[in-house]
C-alpha cells in the first residue's frame, strides 16, 4: 500500500496557494458553504412553475419530522380525487391511522423474518441486515397497498396527528430497542428447540406488548367513526357509524389491484421488461407482493403523462436530495454548479450510481403536472409533503434531464400498459437480494 509523505501533501500546499482562483473559492465557500456558493440561478428561471398538463389539487401536507412520505403520497393521490368528486375544500386523510398498522405490521414481518433466519449465525448478511434496521418510517408502494387492503383508511378528523406520528425519532428508536431484545429470544427459541406452537405463543406476546406501546404512542385506531364536512357549496354532509373498509370502498374506491410499480434501473443485472421482487422486504405477512416492472426512461416518463393526461396524479419515487433546492423547490442537473465551484467532475451515470451507492430512491411524493412541448415532457410539477414553506406553496418543479437521472419509481394503472408490458409484469419475479438498491424505502 502507498502511504502519503509529507512532500506530498507540501506540494498539494504550495499548488493550492498559487491558484488564486482557488483560494478565492475558498473564501467564498468557507463563509457561505458548498451549495449556497455553487447555487445557479439559472435552473429557476428554465423551471417556472406552469405546466400544460396540471391536475387539480389541495394545499400540500406535511409529514414533519417523519419519514411517511410514501404514505403522504399515496393518501394524498386519493386526496386529489375526494376533494374533486365531493366538491371539498380542504381535506386530508388520516397519516397517524396507518402509520399505526404499518407499525404493528412491519413488528410481525421482523419477527417472521428473524424466525425464517434463526438458523443462520449472527454474523449472516441477512441476519445482520434485518438487525440493523428492525424497522423504519419508509416503505414500498405495494406495503401501503396491503395496509389500504387490509386496514382501509380513516379522514384525519378521525385519528388526527400525535407527537410521536409527527416526530418519530423517538418511537422508533424505542420499538427497534424492543425488536432486537425480541429476537434474541426468538433465535434462543429455536435454538433450544421449541415447538413452533411455544415460539407463536411467545411471539404473539411480544406482539401485544407492541400493540400496547403503538397505542400509548399513537392513540387507538378507530374502529367506527363519523364522516361530517361542508362541501365548497357550504351543503352539511354527515354519514354516520362507517368502519375505515366502508369509508374506503365509499369514499375512495380506488381498486388498488388495477396499479402496478414501473421502475427504471438501467443496471446490467437488471434488463428492461422483466419483474422484479426483493427478498424479505415488506410489511404485512400474506400481503401484496412488493413487486416492479423495469423499462426504459422513455417508456417510464410516457406511462406517466398518460395518467396525467386522464387526470390523475401519479405516485412516484426519487433520490431527492440530488441537485435540488429546497427553498424555491427546484430539481435540475444545474440547480448547483459543483462541478465549477471545486474544478473536479463528480459525474456518474445513473447505473453507477446505484451499482456503487451513490444514489437510490429516498423520497416519494406526487407528480400532478407535466409542461408538454412539441410532444414531449419538459419539466414536472412535484407536490411535495413538506409543507407550504419550501418550493411554490410546498410544490417543486423537476426538470426533464433531472427526472431521466433521479426518478426510480412510478404507480399507474395496469391499463395503460401494453399487452407486452403486462405480461412482462405478471410473470415470476426475478429476486433481488435484500440490499438492492431497487428494495430502497421512501
Not at 386496514?151 to 427497534?176: D, F, H, I, Q, W
Not at 403523462?305 to 435540475?332: K, Y
Not at 465551484?341 to 400532478?368: C, N, P, Q, W, Y
Request: charged content about 25%.
Amino acid at each position: 500500500m502507498s502511504e502519503i509523505t509529507n512532500m506530498m501533501t507540501q506540494t498539494f500546499e504550495s499548488d493550492f496557494q498559487d491558484n488564486n482562483k482557488q483560494t478565492a473559492l475558498q473564501r467564498a465557500v468557507v463563509k457561505n458553504g458548498i451549495l449556497a456558493s455553487a447555487e445557479n440561478m439559472h435552473a429557476k428561471t428554465t423551471n417556472v412553475p406552469v405546466f400544460s398538463i396540471d391536475v387539480k389539487t389541495g394545499k400540500v401536507s406535511n409529514q414533519k419530522q417523519s419519514g411517511r412520505c410514501w404514505m403522504f403520497a399515496a393518501l394524498n393521490t386519493f386526496r386529489h380525487k375526494m376533494l374533486n368528486q365531493f366538491d371539498l375544500k380542504e381535506f386530508e386523510l388520516s397519516q397517524n391511522y396507518v402509520f399505526f398498522w404499518d407499525k404493528y405490521e412491519k413488528a410481525n414481518y421482523f419477527y417472521e423474518n428473524i424466525l425464517a433466519t434463526a438458523d443462520q449465525e449472527l454474523s449472516s448478511r441477512k441476519v445482520a441486515f434485518l438487525l440493523q434496521v428492525p424497522q423504519q418510517d419508509g416503505g414500498q408502494w405495494d406495503m401501503i397497498v396491503s395496509i389500504f387492503q387490509k386496514y382501509g383508511v380513516v379522514p384525519k378528523t378521525a385519528m388526527p396527528e400525535s407527537k410521536n406520528s409527527s416526530s418519530s425519532r423517538e418511537l422508533n428508536n424505542y420499538l427497534n430497542k424492543k425488536l432486537r431484545k425480541d429476537a434474541v429470544r426468538l433465535r434462543h427459541l429455536v435454538e433450544t428447540g421449541k415447538t413452533s406452537e411455544e415460539i407463536q405463543e411467545a411471539k404473539t406476546k411480544m406482539l401485544q406488548e407492541v400493540y400496547n406501546f403503538l397505542a400509548i404512542s399513537l392513540g387507538t385506531p378507530p374502529k367506527t367513526f363519523d364522516f361530517e364536512y361542508r362541501d365548497e357549496k357550504q351543503e352539511y354532509h354527515i354519514d354516520r357509524e362507517l368502519t375505515p373498509q366502508r369509508f374506503y370502498d365509499k369514499y375512495v374506491g380506488v381498486d388498488l389491484d388495477n396499479y402496478v410499480s414501473i421502475i427504471n434501473a438501467p443496471t446490467a443485472d437488471k434488463p428492461y421488461n422483466q419483474s422484479y421482487t426483493v427478498e424479505m422486504l415488506g410489511n404485512v405477512v400474506g400481503g401484496k407482493e412488493v413487486k416492479y416492472l423495469n423499462v426504459d426512461m422513455e417508456t417510464f416518463k410516457k406511462l406517466a403523462v398518460a395518467q396525467l393526461e386522464q387526470g390523475e396524479t401519479v405516485w412516484f419515487g426519487c433520490d431527492v436530495g440530488q441537485s435540488s433546492t429546497r427553498d424555491t423547490g427546484i430539481m435540475s442537473l444545474d440547480a448547483y454548479d459543483v462541478n465549477d465551484l471545486f474544478d473536479i467532475d463528480f459525474t456518474m451515470t445513473k447505473a453507477e450510481r446505484l451499482d456503487h451507492g451513490e444514489s437510490l430512491m429516498t423520497h416519494a411524493m406526487v407528480l400532478t403536472g407535466v409542461d408538454i412541448v412539441d410532444g414531449h415532457s419538459t419539466k414536472w410539477k412535484v407536490e411535495n409533503s413538506w409543507g407550504e414553506k419550501v418550493g411554490d406553496k410546498g410544490f417543486f418543479v423537476a426538470s426533464d434531464e433531472w427526472m431521466d437521472e433521479y426518478t426510480y419509481q412510478i404507480v399507474v394503472r395496469k391499463d395503460l400498459l401494453t399487452d407486452e408490458q403486462r405480461t412482462a409484469f405478471e410473470a415470476e419475479p426475478v429476486v433481488l437480494q435484500p440490499w438492492d438498491p431497487m428494495g430502497a424505502l421512501a
